[in-house]
């Protein structure tokens, strides 16, 4: 197991990157008392998400959002429901909570 951060560490609504995780560059979302990790990888083209640093969420707070071509995802399963990959989904990362601290299975 990799320790990731603690969950404290993210505001919620919030989003947090990971350039460097044993599963490459992640990014953790903190929504609705949940957390969601998936691969910071647009379905797209594969670039990275973010608008700037730990920014992943549109303006709401509501979906992700893909800097690139604006495609926006929903937090709880990654499906892109509007944009270039309509249909397509980001990859979650699997990952387990303990102790207000967020792993990734090695
Ligand atoms: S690269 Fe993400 S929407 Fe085009």
């Given at each position: ?50 608008w700037e640093p730990d920014r992943f969420l549109d303006k709401e707070d509501r979906l992700i959002q893909c800097c690139m071509h604006g495609a926006l995802f929903r937090i ?31």
């Amino acid at each position: 197991m990799h320790k990731l951060c603690a969950i404290d560490g993210i505001s919620e609504p919030g989003s947090k990157g990971f350039d460097h995780s044993p599963k490459g560059p992640v990014f953790v979302v903190r929504y609705d008392g949940q957390i969601f990790v998936y691969a910071n990888n647009c379905p797209h083209l594969g670039v990275n998400l973010e608008w700037e640093p730990d920014r992943f969420l549109d303006k709401e707070d509501r979906l992700i959002q893909c800097c690139m071509h604006g495609a926006l995802f929903r937090i709880e399963d990654g499906e892109c429901l509007s944009g270039p990959c309509v249909g397509d989904s980001l990859t979650p990362v699997p990952h387990e909570i303990k102790d207000n601290t967020i792993y990734l299975f090695d």
